[in-house]
């Protein structure tokens, strides 16, 4: 196959042709120590503080899908195809601002402005997205991953609410569409960069994929890479062998295929969450706290499955709902159940050269009741100390089948399976759920960390089952999130 | 009432707006890059409290790409430095007494190898105990600081004497400030040993100093600039010296430019946070509630060396009875000494931690009483002609704490609200709400009297515009946009015609840090005096040359009115005074009347005047999980007038947000060597978009300064952030409601879930607890 050995793309509307110092440089870097543009911050990264933001546009479908990015853990060729913009390229110096940043500088929405061209982009990218007149909770939604340390949020949220009360800017879509299509069939062939001591493929097809992994079983895979790119700039970790899975055409689809929806490897955690939601609206309020946007915007929803993070908050959900997992190696393929995948603490049921090719999450089941709950000390942007997820199916007053699954409190996610037990033909009423409580304690030993103690994990787990309870049998208010917005 | 002024209280944007918003606000990271600059980097300490027996650094000398390695050996001055006290060495000297001590420094020629390369240092250690606990610390008598006590009045007799006697004890966790930008210092070598430095500090003479002292120069070598801040909160007072004296070591060892940008989790494992503290107290009031004698042990993690933790264990003491008159009191502070970061300056400074502990004592008392906390407050109130002496024998003259609270009592519905609240309680087992209305009075000025003086010198060129440099640093508060209103005002030009200059220790030398709230205050003042120098020199030359009186001359809307002899646009009058030699340019400087105290006994008056706030806040828990958000809050604000209502309202917004972080969610988590877990946005938590309330209601309450402040201004920084603790005695008002407001909650801060859920708990308020006993639940769901 021809390879191309260059990484395209449009930065504030100029093409860049470059070959990346290192294929795990990340966009930061090159930012601001080759582009020259130092308007786009670096306050901590790791993708939590959202100083880096910029905006990429991707041409899918033939629409052009804006999205908010953390460019401080985006590795540099993954843009291959793509369009950014970062701050600089709103408004150029002299020139009247753009809509986003006159409501910004008007409703007095910075102070130290360090954090500022972050929220700026994170703005913009709701104004491209055709979110100009957003509501408060589409604000929120958006503006997750940027933090402010100085202003207290109130003027940002009401810049943003009305940033379309300004003249609209121009958006030069139409040729912005064209750039992008162009890029995009010179960009088909697979990428292929090596340098002194690192090899990094984008292939373009699921088989040309499988075939790489199978032939080099020692690389990396990479997709979103909202992990991967915080061990090379925390931990400051070396790959020698990445294999980027980001450009396979056919991984990014979501189907829906004998009575599952099948979500691939390249799915971003938003449109798997979407689809997921679909199915199962109760999945709503984790798919907003999962990350924050831009995390959600580069991450992908296998990935963080396949990640196998005990702490991950899409695995107890899935294991609940029997999520079954397909497993590719070269052109052989086998399914597992997804609580079978995880062994223990970073332990898979995976053969060197195979991966997750996607995810089979069966369709909504009327008869089943859903819940998932995530406990951490923010809304926004946080890591679970809990995470729980319960499917119940009930024979009239009895509890037919239970699947209950959590994360955080065990090396893997995992079932409860001795809580499961003491509710199946039970009747569901206060006794049978005190019982299967008190039998969570066998289920699991959790530990003690920064983010919780072993105690408050274990006592939460039951308090949770007990609120699954309570919203079962019908009582309300009994979550914050449906009280307050 | 129609203002006389035309441009200070009105609102502009802050100065730098349209370049924070377009990403052309230079910060120190992103000042252009002299040829040849290399990277810094440290190498930290992986014990808490050890003797270095080992430290092999030849694989970090020979990593790719590093240029010079330094360790104390290598420092030609003084190697030790300290704020207060020179208890801080530059680089650790053979121990190291907290987790993440930089051992040695390394300059590379890239960020990226300086990080890769101290990782490469061979270490052994002999083991030292740690002590890691304030409350170990304290009973051990390990201290970096003598302990400091104020007290009158019979306190055993008085508290035995009744008719009530309440004792406690609680925690309140420490803050890291996490400002977005993070620690970073470039030092540029130049010539005859001459050393500019470009810092992110809010201290520049501090580091032009230390700098001094370190590289054994004197201080006319060393330049220090700052134009802004991305954030400074306090953690860039004093602790961006780590940043700053290496810097220039390396940069005067290699002869090249240094920049040493730390990364967030080496800034978070080296440098200081606000003061963890553990109070016990001892409270005697009578039975409606007034206070006839409180006794306070105060506790705070200082961290391994002073730093400023004298200052802001004074600073508790003083706000120990925040706005409360205290008749017979017994304050012990003592100044812990632990293997930890070495606490620091974060707004407030102190401040909110004595105002806490009084506002707990307060809680308890009303919750004994079954009386609403509002009416206790009130009844402790200071008077406003007896009652009136502070412990530190401050008389309190511009009391107007009564009249702001009834206003927000009124505003906020407080009364109406608590009805609506308990009504909610009634009726909800597993969600609770919570409602309190906390004052606040905070002292104005720096404790240590010498540091309340400032300078500043203003430039008027030849076509009108107007430069202005002042001592103080912009961190984000807007003092430059206040300062420039000052000029404008003062030379009744616009606002656009006025620039502020970076902070520059060549130009305004001997300055003071931008702390303590007195930013505006000091230089704002000094500017002011700079700008009546030249308009004297200036109205003495109309006189001279347009025949009019001295007297008459008045600077208005961009002209120069020489009484009815002349009006002269603002340009062409400087232009016409520079022909004729009168200089258009002058220093100012300003020092705070009145203020004065003896740090020995802390008597006196330490504070110029007070701001008085009071904020109310509704919020509501979640008692299963102890999850609780805040629904709304409402806060007013006595800001004297306030120069730029936008700026000012900013700084009472930003400063409640972050004082609810510090309060609720923002736990620092050591683990037990002593190693701090939670470094970075990813573990450690601070506000972030959701968690501002949907109801946020900011006043302005109508007073003028009674001191002769900046335009009859008051301060803006630190008084906001304390009103905070409504949002924390809020939620201990709902989880005293879930447990039928029998027993008095222990609740420690930060209220994160677990704390709650903790707290719930030991009032019986947890409805899944009493899971098995015979409680009627389902029966109402079918």
């Known amino acids: 196959m021809t390879q191309r050995h260059t990484v395209s793309f449009y930065l504030n509307g100029q093409l860049h042709t470059v070959v990346p110092e290192s294929p795990t440089q990340t966009v930061l870097q090159y930012l601001r120590n080759q582009a020259g543009l130092v308007g786009t911050k670096e306050g ?66 910075s102070q130290c402005g360090f954090c500022t061209p972050g929220f700026i982009m994170s703005m913009y990218t709701m104004y491209r997205k055709g979110q100009v007149r957003p509501s408060r909770e589409e604000v929120l939604d958006n503006l997750s991953g940027n933090l402010c340390r100085c202003t207290g949020y109130r003027p940002i949220i009401d810049a943003t609410m009305n940033m379309g009360q300004y003249p609209e800017a121009e958006q030069a879509l139409e040729t912005l569409k064209q750039q992008l299509q162009e890029l995009h069939d010179q960009t088909q062939a697979p990428l292929f960069i090596e340098t002194a001591d690192q090899t990094y493929w984008a292939p373009t097809t699921s088989s040309q994929l499988a075939q790489l992994f199978n032939e080099h079983p020692d690389a990396t895979l990479l997709a979103g890479g909202t992990d991967l790119g915080l061990m090379v700039t925390k931990q400051l970790k070396h790959f020698s062998k990445v294999i980027y899975l980001g450009n396979v055409a056919d991984a990014a689809a979501i189907k829906e295929e004998d009575n599952h929806l099948v979500i691939g490897a390249a799915v971003l955690l938003n449109e798997g969450y979407e689809a997921l939601a679909k199915q199962y609206p109760e999945a709503t309020e984790l798919w907003k706290r999962f990350a924050s946007m831009p995390i959600r915007n580069s991450g992908t929803l296998v990935g963080n499955v396949a990640n196998g993070s005990p702490i991950g908050d899409t695995a107890p959900l899935l294991i609940a709902l029997q999520t079954r997992v397909v497993l590719r190696k070269g052109d052989s393929r086998r399914e597992l159940a997804l609580e079978d995948l995880y062994l223990d603490y970073r332990k898979q049921d995976r053969e060197p050269g195979e991966y997750l090719e996607a995810i089979k999450v069966p369709l909504r089941n009327p008869a089943i009741k859903v819940a998932t709950y995530k406990l951490s000390k923010r809304i926004d942007q946080d890591i679970s100390a809990v995470c729980s997820a319960y499917a119940i199916q009930f024979d009239g007053e009895t509890v037919a089948s239970a699947r209950i699954a959590h994360g955080g409190m065990a090396a893997t996610s995992r079932r409860a399976y001795e809580a499961e037990k003491a509710l199946v033909g039970q009747p569901w009423n206060e006794q049978t759920v005190a019982a299967a409580m008190a039998a969570l304690e066998q289920d699991y030993q959790p530990l003690t960390d920064m983010r919780a103690t072993s105690d408050y994990r274990l006592q939460t787990a039951r308090n949770l089952l007990y609120r699954f309870y309570l919203e079962s049998s019908g009582e309300t208010a009994t979550r914050i999130s449906t009280e307050v917005v | 009432m129609k203002s006389k002024y035309r441009t200070v209280g009105t609102v502009a944007p802050h100065e730098s707006a349209h370049l ?28 808490a409290h050890a003797r270095i027996t080992k430290l092999d650094l030849s694989k970090v000398r020979s990593a790719p790409g590093v240029v010079a390695v330094i360790t104390v050996e290598d420092v030609p001055g003084d190697k030790y430095i300290g704020a207060a006290k020179a208890d801080e060495p530059v680089l650790a000297d053979g121990l190291v007494e907290y987790y993440g001590q930089p051992m040695f420094a390394v300059a590379a020629t890239s960020y990226d190898l300086a990080r890769r390369a101290v990782k490469l240092a061979e270490v052994e250690y002999e083991d030292l105990h740690p002590v890691l606990d304030v409350q170990e610390g304290a009973e051990k008598e390990s201290y970096v600081l003598p302990p400091v006590r104020i007290a009158q009045g019979d306190m055993e007799g008085k508290l035995n004497a009744g008719p009530h006697r309440h004792q406690g004890s609680f925690y309140c966790g420490g803050q890291e400030q996490f400002y977005l930008e993070g620690q970073v210092s470039y030092a540029v070598p130049g010539e005859d040993g001459e050393m500019q430095l470009f810092a992110s ?48 070591m390396l940069a005067q060892k290699t002869g090249r430019p240094v920049k040493i940008r730390a990364d967030r989790d080496d800034d978070f494992m080296i440098t200081g946070k606000r003061h963890d503290f553990r109070v016990e107290y001892d409270v005697a ?97 200071y008077g406003r002609t007896d009652r009136n002496i502070t412990p530190y024998q401050m008389k309190v003259e511009d009391n107007v704490i009564h009249e702001l609270v009834d206003q927000l009592e009124k505003t906020s519905q407080y009364r109406e609200r608590r009805k609506e609240v308990d009504t909610f309680n009634a009726n909800n087992r597993v969600l609770k709400k919570g409602l309190s209305l906390v004052p606040v009075k905070f002292g104005i000025s720096f404790t240590l009297t010498q540091l309340n003086q400032a300078g500043a010198l203003v430039h008027v060129y030849t076509d009108g515009s107007v430069l202005v440099n002042h001592g103080g640093t912009e961190m984000g508060q807007g003092l430059n946009t206040k300062v420039a209103q000052v000029v404008a005002e003062e030379l009744g030009v616009d606002l656009k015609h006025v620039r502020s200059s970076a902070t520059d220790t060549s130009k305004v030398p001997n300055t003071s840090a931008t702390a303590a709230s007195t930013g505006t205050d000091l230089n704002g003042k000094a500017a002011q005096v700079a700008v009546r120098k030249i308009k004297a020199a200036l ?217 709650v859920l903790k707290a719930l708990e030991s009032v019986g308020g947890c409805p899944a607890s009493k899971l098995g006993q015979a409680v009627e639940v389902a029966a109402d769901h079918g």
């Open chain 2, 539 to 755: 109205a003495d030359f109309a006189a001279d040359h347009y025949g009019c009186d001295a007297a008459e001359v008045a600077f208005v809307d961009n002209h120069v009115e020489c009484g009815d002899k002349a009006r002269v646009p603002f340009a062409k009058f400087v232009q016409t005074a520079h022909a004729n030699r009168i200089p258009l340019w002058s220093s100012g400087f300003y020092r705070t009347p009145k203020i004065h105290y003896d740090t020995e006994t802390l008597t006196g008056r330490p504070f110029y005047y007070f701001v008085y706030a009071a904020a109310c806040a509704e919020v509501i828990i979640d008692t299963l999980t102890g999850e609780n958000r805040l629904v709304r809050a409402d806060i007013l604000y006595d800001a004297g007038r306030p120069i730029n209502p936008a700026v000012d309202l900013g700084q009472v917004e930003g400063g409640f947000i972050q004082g609810m972080g510090w309060l609720t969610a923002e736990e620092l988590w050591w683990n037990d060597k002593g190693r701090l877990m939670t470094h970075a946005p990813s573990t450690y938590k601070i506000p972030s978009v959701s968690d501002c309330p949907a109801q946020f209601n900011v006043a302005f309450f109508e007073n003028n300064n009674r001191e002769d402040s900046i335009y009859q201004s008051k301060a803006m920084g630190e008084p906001p952030l304390p009103l905070a603790l409504s949002v924390f005695f809020a939620i201990r008002d709902a989880v005293h409601a879930a447990g039928d407001r029998k027993a008095v909650p222990l609740m420690d801060a930060p209220a994160t879930a677990e704390c």
């Open chain 2, 285 to 381: 009031y009578t039975d409606d509630g007034q206070i006839t004698a409180v006794k306070f042990v105060q506790q705070l993690r200082c961290g391994y060396s002073a730093d400023l933790s004298g200052a802001v264990a004074d600073r508790q003491v003083f706000h120990s009875d925040n706005a409360y008159y205290l008749d017979t009191f017994d304050i012990l502070s003592l100044r812990v000494k632990t293997n930890s970061q070495s606490n620091t300056a974060f707004r407030g400074f102190g401040g909110p931690q004595g105002i806490m502990a009084i506002e707990y004592v307060i809680e308890d008392i009303a919750a004994k009483l079954g009386r609403d906390p509002l009416d206790v407050r009130k009844l402790n109130f």
């Open chain 2, 201 to 248: 500090t809010q201290h520049p003479t501090e580091m032009q100093l230390m700098i001094s002292h370190v590289l054994h120069q004197p201080s006319h070598t060393i330049k220090v600039q700052c134009r802004r801040m991305g954030g400074g909160f306090g953690g860039k007072e004093t602790q961006s010296w780590q940043f700053a004296v290496n810097a220039a």
């Open chain 2, 20 to 47: 924070h918003v377009s990403g052309r606000a230079q910060y120190t990271d992103d000042i252009p890059e002299w040829q040849g600059t290399l990277y810094g980097a440290f190498g930290l300490s992986e014990r």
């Open chain 1, 44 to 109: 901590c990264a790791e993708g939590d503080c959202g100083a880096c933001t910029v905006t990429e546009a991707s041409l899918e479908d033939g629409q052009v899908a804006f999205r908010a990015i953390n460019a401080c853990i985006r590795f540099l060729p993954t843009l291959d195809g793509k369009a950014v913009w970062t701050v600089e390229g709103l408004a150029a110096q002299g020139e009247p601002l753009h809509p986003v940043q006159q409501a910004m500088l008007d409703y007095h929405g």
